[in-house]
């Protein structure tokens, strides 16, 4: 059950947050604008141009003068990789979707089993071969998430079966909004999803920029979404390629950097197994410090780092030999390439 949301934001010198769950919780406490522009209250994040938002029931527009209710709305999904199966697995853990109210476009039969394991009962086919119209026909909400270089002739198949209640979510990275929409055709709602594969667990870092046709209700139905399954962030998508660089493609990077730690410990002695659960429970730890650390508020890691790092301590040490082999040059090319090959399949 999603309850219904009311966020009233007085903007002052501090800022009060209301949100009322009709069906969970209660919540009023001050939140302010932190450093880097957004607003918090104990785990809700909204960033600027979104904190005037909130203020009806979670509806998605189904066309003049009608609506969808995000309880009733079906969810049909073409693509199942890593990205979308994360997202549609993620949906399904959390409980905001059934498995009943979702259906798939896929090729392999190997997905296909994946999804009727998973309690997905309407399967289709390849979407350029009729699975699109079946997405189509079944659903509210379409997630587009096949891979950027096959992405045109699937919206191109797509397209003749839109009607106004559609609202077309695509997870496709470096491909713009303006060309969603000429794939789609005018009128059609699009808003395209940046998330990160570890809204499988629920701990998820989506951000998402709205087309020229979708309004305030439909990010909220997204925004919603996404939420159930880790952080959601409305950006300008200019900003999207930058968003791809560090959350989009950053699991991958966090990912390297757990088992380097992991190796140094068994280098040092540790079974693999010890060195490999500290080593991800530390990231996770660090992690929830600048998210959460001071007062529900982001926290500056340089901050922490330096409260970590005592005078010739153990820790500096091992900052020094991590700054003599350039590892925070690194990890900034490698967000800026990411964020440039973006910027290329767009």
Do not use: W
């Not at 009729?130 to 026909?137: S, Y």
């Not at 998820?204 to 979404?225: C, N, P, W």
């Not at 082999?325 to 290329?344: D, K, M, P, Q, W």
Request: net charge neutral.
């Amino acid at each position: 059950m999603i309850g219904k949301i009311i966020m009233n934001v007085r903007l002052s010198r501090r800022c009060y947050l209301h949100t009322l769950y009709s069906d969970c919780c209660h919540v009023n406490r001050p939140f302010q604008r932190d450093r880097y522009g957004v607003f918090h209250v104990g785990r809700s994040t909204l960033a600027p141009d979104q904190k005037n938002l909130y203020h009806t029931n979670l509806t998605c527009a189904a066309g003049e003068g009608s609506s969808v209710s995000l309880e009733s709305a079906k969810l049909g999904v073409i693509g199942f990789g890593q990205m979308g199966g994360a997202l549609v697995r993620g949906f399904i853990n959390s409980g905001i979707i059934d498995p009943s109210d979702v259906g798939a476009s896929v090729k392999s039969p190997e997905r296909k089993q994946s999804l009727l394991d998973m309690g997905v009962e309407h399967v289709f086919g390849d979407a350029t071969h009729g699975g699109a119209e079946e997405i189509a026909k079944f659903s509210d909400i379409v997630l587009v998430g096949v891979k950027p270089q096959v992405i045109k002739p699937v919206l191109q198949s797509l397209s003749p079966f839109l009607e106004p209640r559609h609202l077309v979510v695509s997870i496709a990275a470096g491909i713009k909004l303006n060309e969603l929409e000429s794939h789609l055709g005018k009128g059609v709602r699009v808003i395209r999803v940046m998330p990160n594969t570890p809204a499988l667990a629920q701990q998820g870092a989506s951000a998402y920029a709205l087309g020229s046709y979708a309004g305030d209700k439909d990010a909220e139905v997204v925004h919603t979404l996404l939420s159930k399954v880790g952080l959601a962030i409305r950006v300008q998508e200019k900003m999207m390629d930058g968003v791809t660089g560090v959350s989009g493609s950053g699991p991958a990077y966090v990912y390297m950097m757990i088992e380097a730690m992991a190796d140094g410990g068994v280098a040092a002695g540790l079974p693999r197994e010890t060195a490999l659960a500290l080593a991800a429970q530390t990231v996770k730890g660090a992690a929830e410090m600048v998210l959460h650390g001071d007062e529900d508020t982001l926290t500056h890691p340089g901050v922490l780092k330096d409260r970590v790092a005592s005078p010739a301590g153990t820790t500096i040490a091992a900052i020094a030999e991590l700054e003599n082999a350039g590892v925070r040059n690194a990890f900034i090319r490698a967000v800026l390439a990411s964020a440039s090959r973006s910027e290329e399949l767009g």
